[in-house]
C-alpha cells in the first residue's frame, strides 16, 4: 500500500515561497537518494535527492511517517548536504 502525502501548512507555505516542484517532493519522499534521522527527533525523516532541473542541488524533506500517512513538514534544496 502506496501511504497518502499530507502536507503541514509550514510545509505548504514554504514550497510556495521557494518555488518548490511538489513533484519533487513526492519523488524524494518515494525514492530518496538517502535518508537520515533527524537528530533532535528519530521521529522525523530526512530525506535527500538531487534535482537535475534545478542544478542537481540536493532537496531535503523532512518528514513523519505512521501507519496512516507521510507528513511532509517542511522542504529546501540543503547546501550542505552530503551524503553519508
Known amino acids: 500500500m502506496i501511504k497518502p502525502l499530507r502536507y503541514t501548512l509550514h510545509a505548504e507555505t514554504v514550497i510556495r515561497e521557494r518555488g518548490l516542484n511538489k513533484s519533487w517532493i513526492e519523488n524524494t519522499v518515494r525514492q530518496p ?5 533527524d537528530p533532535e527527533d528519530k ?11 534545478r542544478g542537481d542541488r540536493i ?3 523532512a518528514c513523519l511517517e505512521n501507519v496512516e500517512e507521510i507528513r511532509i513538514i517542511s522542504a529546501f534544496f540543503d547546501r ?5
Open 43 to 53: 521521529d522525523i525523516a530526512r530525506l535527500y535527492r538531487h534535482i537535475s532541473e
Open 33 to 37: 537518494d538517502w535518508r537520515i534521522p
Open 80 to 84: 550542505k548536504a552530503r551524503r553519508p
Open 59 to 61: 532537496l531535503r524533506v
